[in-house]
């Protein structure tokens, strides 16, 4: 299984970005699919998680900011993250738990937040 992700970028604070993770595997064979995200010096973190029942989890930093999607059709998961704060500055992270119950992670996207 491989996760393609996409969609960082430098935003000014107060902007939108929208991150998005193509899996190459149909996401009803997946437990779990999210995003963490580590800053520099930082432990990565759960930013947001979606579970095949769609059940979702947000951070309490995100909460009412960031939006998970996931497109079946496309085994696409989305991250619209609006009103951007510099400290939501880090390195993205797509994720997947399988049924099997393996993590698996995709290669990071940057997001920087700054004026």
């Known amino acids: 299984v491989q996760l393609q992700a996409s969609g960082g970028g430098l935003v000014q604070p107060g902007g939108s970005l929208r991150l998005s993770c193509a899996a190459s595997?149909?996401?009803?064979?997946?437990?779990?699919m999210g995003w963490y995200r580590q800053a520099p010096g930082k432990q990565r973190e759960l930013v947001a998680t979606m579970t095949r029942g769609g059940t979702i989890n947000y951070a309490d930093s995100v909460k009412g900011r960031f939006t998970i999607s996931r497109d079946n059709a496309k085994n696409t998961v989305y991250l619209q993250m609006n009103i951007l704060k510099p400290d939501d500055t880090s390195v993205y992270y797509c994720?997947?738990?399988?049924?099997?119950?393996?993590?698996?992670w995709g290669q990071g996207t940057l997001v920087t937040v700054s004026s």
């Open positions: 595997r149909s996401l009803f064979s997946t437990n779990v």
């Open positions: 994720y997947l738990q399988t049924l099997g119950g393996s993590d698996l």
